[in-house]
Structure formats: C-alpha cells, structure tokens
C-alpha cells in the first residue's frame, strides 16, 4: 500500500522556522522525485519546491520561498524534508508532499502550517 505521510507542521510566529517531513512506503521512493506544494485557504494549490530522485542537481524553488525554504531527501529512509526559515503570515497553507515518476504520481494528506503572532 503507498504511503506519504507529513509531518511538522503547527503553529509558529512570524520569523520562526518550521521543518516538514513526508515518510514514503509502498513503494521505490529512490526512483521518484519529490515535490512539495501548498495550498493557502481559499487559493489554488501551488508548488513549493522540488528534488530529483537521487537529490543530486538543481533543486526547484518557487520564488516566493527562494533563500528561505530548503527541500532535501534521505533515501536510506524513505524520507523527503522541507527546511523552512522566516517564515511569513503568507506561508499558512496546507503543505502536500508528491512523489512523482513519469505518469505516477502519489500525494500525501497533508500537514498544516499556520504562521501568525
């Protein structure tokens, strides 16, 4: 059965810095990128940021979290990361991990992220 799972999100104030997780099973995580987006309330969803499969390369960044948010991966673990630092009033949302390999794709539940003082 496939799994993502996040996890970390919560309450946080304005400056603060909040680290996500999304733990993979049910499946070859080492073989599929990693995306995550989020979903403010009342707005689209949005990608935030991506990895490849083996983390190597370039990694994507939208510009709105560029410099503040960082994605990483731990293949021993099955587990994808999203380091986020100053975090702002507009970075509330619910924050979705994807796994993505050619046409199959596997999205998470989701984990909320509220930043208010």
């Known amino acids: 059965q496939v799994q993502l799972v996040e996890s970390g999100g919560g309450l946080v104030q304005p400056g603060e810095a909040l680290t996500l997780s999304c733990a993979a099973s049910g499946f070859t995580f080492n073989t599929y990128a990693i995306q995550w987006h989020r979903q403010p309330p009342g707005k689209e969803r949005e990608l935030v940021a991506g990895?490849?499969?083996?983390?190597?390369?370039?990694?994507l960044y939208a510009d709105s979290v560029k410099g503040r948010f960082t994605i990483s991966r731990d293949n021993s673990k099955n587990t994808a990361f999203l380091q986020m630092t100053s975090l702002k009033a507009e970075d509330t949302a619910v924050y979705y991990c994807?796994?993505?390999?050619?046409?199959?794709?596997?999205w998470g539940q989701g984990t909320q992220v509220t930043v208010s003082a």
């Open positions: 990895i490849s499969s083996n983390g190597n390369g370039n990694n």
């Open positions: 994807k796994a993505i390999m050619g046409r199959s794709a596997y």
